[in-house]
């Protein structure tokens, strides 16, 4: 039996996290899972875990690393680290987003990478073709002239590409339940926000109207009006979906999870400590639409919301011991704002008051959301926020600086809107810099160097730093319940904690001994527009014992 180290180096950048602490994602668990289900040994490991730990090598034949793309740094570390102490002779895999870039596969010293689904692909090496182990398939793989889909290889240092796996059908989605003891290996997993997939894929299947190297669209209108299953192919190859984000390409059309197991998977994450889940999707509201017809689902506004589904999901997790006594939350994050009307925003309301929820805007812009593929003009985004704020839910916005086709009217345009999103309730802005992705719309851009574009570039993240350290202040005296997690690097008299609903970090002068507790506390001042002091009022419960965590 082939004994596989799955190790998540997402967001690890140059070898640790700047950002994102808190987050452990679904992709690696369902990798975990699934390499057992197929007769392996797996463990899932956190990248800080692995490098810090030369030991635990010895136990595994195989390393398999997920990453993205900025995390290459990362990655080469992690590769070196496996090859002196483990040798040649053993495998290393490379999967997750990091994996479709040819710059990191050139770059990077592996035997077999997977571009897309896991579970297609496994099912076809060790369903369809009955492969024992991955040595067994790499030796075979690495003889053959023709690369199947989904699949590269390193043969003499000249790098094979496949192509992208197809998109899995969802017969063998969700088939097996997402690695749950992994999660206790990541530092303060008890404080994390921990994602469980409801959703693979997403509705979007609308094009940009070009493409950074050179492709037009033609106006044949296939895209946005024909039937949805003629939607999956442009007859001139651009990509599906927003031009920045590779989601419709490599995981295709939205496919619901049966609910019974999203509720087991959550049943199961409480049961070991984890306070915050999260309900992770590239649009929540996708959640059963595709139930609801017959076709693929590949346009983001029609069919409406399946509320029905929606509604037993959180009706069922809200019921949950540990949630309905408030020592766990359910929270979800995005939606496109063309699937919110006043009937979605109240029974998101209903269940989830309280929570943050997320829209992209990315600029207010028109000319330039058509453009880039988005689903939604400016105005539908601001009715979905005025509508969600009404029903007691917390909107976060996205917006997204240097994006292709960009002009600085756009920017201004954005920048002009911005207060109107303060008297909309939104609680922060989050802005993300254009990164171009690999095999996407957008995967070959050169930054804009016109001094006038910079000149409104800077003002943008100017004035949205300004909402947000406002925004930080509106919560002074506020009285709210964090989740602690551990001790504050730059200074070790005070805890770091999250918070169970929505919100910044919020730092604690408090003892060490609080630690895996429930506190709720009182905001006191504004540090900085991501972190904010607090004090505490008193310990609500204990939910993890330090003393028990390996």
Known sequence: MERVLVLDANARLKGRRLTTLDVIGSGPRVVSALLNYYGFKAELHPYEHFISNKDILEEFDVLAISFMVSD???VKKAVDFWRKNRGRERLVILGGPGALSIKALKLLDFDIAFLGEAESIFN?????????SFIEFFEEVRVLDRIPKGIAVKKDDKLLDGGIAPWTPRELLFKVLPDIDGVRRYPFYWACRVYVEVVRGCSNFRRPLATSNGKIC???????????ADRLFCPVGIPPGCGYCSVPLIHGYPRSRDRYSIVEEVRKLLNIGVTRIVLSAPDFLDYGRDL?????ITDPCSPPPNIEAIENLLKDLVSLEKVADEKASILIENVKACLVDEYVAETLGRYLKGVAIYIGLESCSDRLLEAIGRPNKCKDVLTALQLLSRHGLKPY?????????????????TINVIPILQQLGVERIVLYKFRPLPRTAFSKVEKVKDPEYQKYVELLKNKVKEFNEYSKEKLMNKIVDVVIASEYPRNKRYLVSYPLYHGPVVLLRASRRFIGCI??????????DRIVLGSIIYIRNRIVNLNTIT
Do not use: Q, W
């Open 519 to 528: 506190a709720r506390v009182r905001i006191m001042k504004v540090i900085s």
């Open 292 to 296: 609801s017809v017959k076709e693929p």
């Open 397 to 413: 916005v996205y917006l997204m600086r240097g994006l292709y086709l960009e002009k600085t009217e756009d920017i201004a345009k």
């Open 124 to 132: 076809e090496l060790f369903n369809i073709h009955g492969y024992k």
């Open 218 to 228: 033609i106006k044949c209108n296939l895209c946005t009006s024909a039937k949805f």
């Open 72 to 74: 290459i740094k990362a």
